[in-house]
Structure formats: structure tokens, C-alpha cells
């Protein structure tokens, strides 16, 4: 499977702010839908965002919902998470990945993911 690359993670202080991103040199992340999880310690992975490939229409996670954007770039073929008032709850390892013709919350329907990059909220 094609992997993607993600980056941008880090430690940040609660209420800060941090952008993911998300690199596909491998195929046209446009015509894709993409979408960004995260996993924390002793938790399940859990989908945070997702962008659909033609309408751009995007689905977010009820807890970040105002805080957190998700975006592409098609000319650098790349997508992004905006994070913004970042809470200790955030602290997880996230992922992208991307799915054919739609979004879904349901991981194994993604084929193809990125390695992943931590995110560390803490003061």
C-alpha cells in the first residue's frame, strides 16, 4: 500500500497551536478523500477529520469541532490539520490516510497510511 508522509508534530503548550501535514508523492491526494486519526496511549484509534475529494465538504470529530481545520493544497499535493487551542486531551500520535471516492469513519476502509507524527500537549 502507498503510504503518505505526515509531519508537523510536536510539544506545544495547552491553548497553543500546531499544523499537521500531510505529503503524497506517490499519487494525486486531490482526488482522494483524506483523512486524519489519532491514537492515544491505552485508546483506540479514532478518526479526527476527514476531506472529501471533489466538494472539499469536511467531517470532524464532535471534541475538536472549532479547533481544528483540515485543508489540502493541490498544487503542493498535500494536506493539512490546523490545530488550534490545543487541550492535553489531544496528545496523541495522528495519522493520514486516504480512502477512495468518500470519507468514513471507519478506518479499515482507508488503504493507504502515513507513519505517523506525535503530538505532545502539555505545560
Known amino acids: 500500500q502507498v503510504q503518505l508522509v505526515a509531519s508537523g508534530g510536536g510539544l506545544v503548550q495547552p491553548g497553543g497551536s500546531l499544523r499537521l501535514s500531510c505529503a503524497a508523492p506517490?499519487?494525486?491526494?486531490?482526488?482522494?478523500?483524506i483523512g486524519w486519526f489519532r491514537q492515544a496511549p491505552g485508546k483506540e484509534r479514532e478518526v479526527v477529520s476527514c476531506i472529501q475529494p471533489k466538494s472539499g465538504a469536511t467531517v470532524y470529530l464532535d471534541s475538536v469541532k472549532g479547533r481544528f481545520d483540515i485543508s489540502r493544497d493541490n498544487a503542493r499535493n498535500t494536506a493539512y490539520l490546523q490545530m488550534n487551542s490545543l487541550k492535553p486531551e489531544d496528545t496523541a500520535v495522528y495519522y493520514c490516510?486516504?480512502?477512495?471516492?468518500?470519507?468514513?469513519?471507519?478506518?479499515?476502509?482507508?488503504?493507504?497510511w502515513g507513519q505517523g507524527t506525535q503530538v505532545t500537549v502539555s505545560s
Open positions: 506517490g499519487f494525486t491526494l486531490g482526488a482522494y478523500a
Open positions: 490516510a486516504r480512502r477512495v471516492l468518500f470519507c468514513s469513519r471507519n478506518e479499515r476502509e482507508f488503504d493507504s
